[in-house]
């Protein structure tokens, strides 16, 4: 991989999700889920191409320069050099065709229960909806080809997958699908301490419960 300085000159549709992009990372600072500049996202900006994060960008403090153009196989086409976890990414465009958005943060509680081995219950009708299931994968090196694996094998059957002692990773077909999910998450994570903590070992949202729109 080569990093180049060159600024790209986006397609107006790559610019406007790269926009819903830079909106996201705003609100995922201003609601605590991001702390300083860990955590990266991206956006599929065609079909063999992804836009991430330069290395080292904070969250609230993103503009459309700070973007690495990658294609599927790791190429990179353009912008600064990209996240160290941009594998990751990569991975997880490659094991889902469906998704347009990968967020990747290391929320507080929902990376502690997964590192201590404790199940995320999904208790409210918005975690059944947002967030359906939780994949957990183990620790590996931050950035290495096996955690990109591990968790996009866990992407397959998985919106959102927690890497133990490190972060999560969310997907979505939109920028705004993948934050409420990871907003949701999050959410989860904390009525379950919650739950625990007052000695509940079980309730979750009632299995098979039907959704109405
Ligand atoms: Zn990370």
Redesign the pocket.
């Known amino acids: 991989m080569t990093a180049n300085n060159a600024t790209a000159d986006w397609e107006p549709a790559a610019a406007a999700l790269l926009d819903e992009l830079i909106a996201v990372g705003k609100d995922a600072v201003d609601r605590g889920l991001v702390l300083a500049s860990?955590?990266?996202m991206s956006v599929r900006i065609g079909a063999d191409r992804f836009a991430v994060t330069a290395s080292g960008t904070w969250f609230d403090r993103l503009t459309r320069d700070d973007f690495a153009v990658l294609n599927l196989a790791g190429e990179q086409l353009s912008g600064p050099a990209p996240s160290s976890?941009w594998k990751l990414h990569q991975r997880a465009y490659q094991a889902r065709e469906d998704i347009n958005c990968v967020l990747?943060l290391?929320p507080h509680t929902a990376t502690l229960l997964a590192s201590l081995g404790r199940r995320i219950r999904l208790i409210t009708l918005d975690h059944a909806f947002y967030v359906g299931s939780v994949g957990v994968s183990p620790f590996y090196p931050?950035g290495s080809d096996e955690l990109a694996a591990a968790a996009a094998a866990q992407l397959a059957e998985h919106n959102c997958v927690i890497m133990q002692h490190?972060?999560c990773s969310v997907v979505a077909d939109t920028a705004q699908m993948a934050f409420r999910r990871a907003m949701n998450l999050e959410d989860a994570a904390k009525m379950t301490l919650s739950a625990l903590t007052i000695g509940d070992e079980t309730t979750e949202f009632p299995a098979g419960a039907a959704f109405h729109a």
């Open positions: 860990a955590g990266n976890e990747h290391h931050n490190h972060g």
